[in-house]
């Protein structure tokens, strides 16, 4: 025997067989003895519940598992039947669920940002409301290399510094450091770079009698709270460079 779920304007109806024995029928045979429950909306709701969990946090890339089976029917029969949807994500992203139909999915993207999921389950016909979470997804904090092959290349009134891409995914900027001294406790920052080179334009001097000092290091891109992390100097030593006096 079946459970019959219905619905009426604003009523809900579910009509429930209850059968608890067997008697025998005048041609020998037997029947059940039934009764059929008919629930209204004054009985307790039939709409199930979902819960798709707690607020997430992860990083780019990983995969975060989703736990929506805390959802409950509201008899306590039938099947729970699931439905994740991604509500929304950042401009650009490409999130992604293994599944969107079992309690238990997977959740990876490639975008830094907030994403919104979403689950519905359904139960004798009736569906609940939607319940989301919210994932954050960070950068990884990764300790950035140091840069090498800094070189300090005079020109007239400057000096170009060049150095290798360092293949730093998380690179944010390169920090330039400056001395009139090969000590690098003496040197000042004097600006950043978002690629592989800077141009400096040390104090007006004529002649340039004497050499520059430089050093060089990456700081990383930080996650959802601001934290970054500072690499080390390409070196212990100042990269020399000198400018060209004008002709």
């Known amino acids: ?4 779920a219905l619905m009426s304007g604003d009523l809900q109806f579910m009509i429930m067989p209850m ?5 025998p029928s005048n041609d020998g045979g037997f029947f059940d003895i039934c009764q059929v429950a008919v629930l209204s909306k004054t009985s307790p709701p039939l709409v199930p519940t979902a819960y798709a969990g707690t607020n997430q946090s992860v990083s780019i890339m990983s995969a975060l598992p989703l736990d929506g089976s805390a959802s409950v029917s509201a008899t306590g029969t039938g099947v729970l039947t699931y439905s994740w949807s991604i509500v929304s ?8 669920l293994s599944s969107s139909n079992v309690a238990k999915p997977t959740f990876t993207t490639d975008t830094r940002g907030e994403y919104v999921l979403g689950l519905t389950v359904s139960n004798l016909g009736f569906e609940s409301t939607e319940s989301t979470i919210t994932v954050t997804v960070t950068a990884p904090i990764l300790t950035p290399p140091k840069l090498t092959a800094v070189k300090a290349t005079g020109a007239v009134g400057t000096i170009e510094l060049t150095w290798d891409d360092p293949q730093f ?21 004097i600006g950043s770079a978002l690629v592989n080179g800077y141009i400096d334009i040390p104090p007006r001097e004529q002649p340039y009698s004497h050499d ?13 709270n601001n934290d970054s992390l500072t690499g080390p100097f390409n070196a212990v030593a100042g990269t020399p460079g000198r400018p060209l006096d004008a002709p």
């Open 1 to 4: 025997y079946g459970t019959t």
């Open 19 to 23: 059968c608890w024995s067997s008697s």
């Open 89 to 96: 994500s950042p401009a650009g992203s490409a999130p992604a």
């Open 169 to 189: 995914a998380n690179l944010a900027y390169v920090e330039i450091w400056r001395s009139t001294y090969d000590d690098l406790g003496t040197a000042q920052r």
């Open 212 to 224: 520059y000092f430089y050093w060089c290091r990456i700081v990383s891109i930080g996650n959802q």
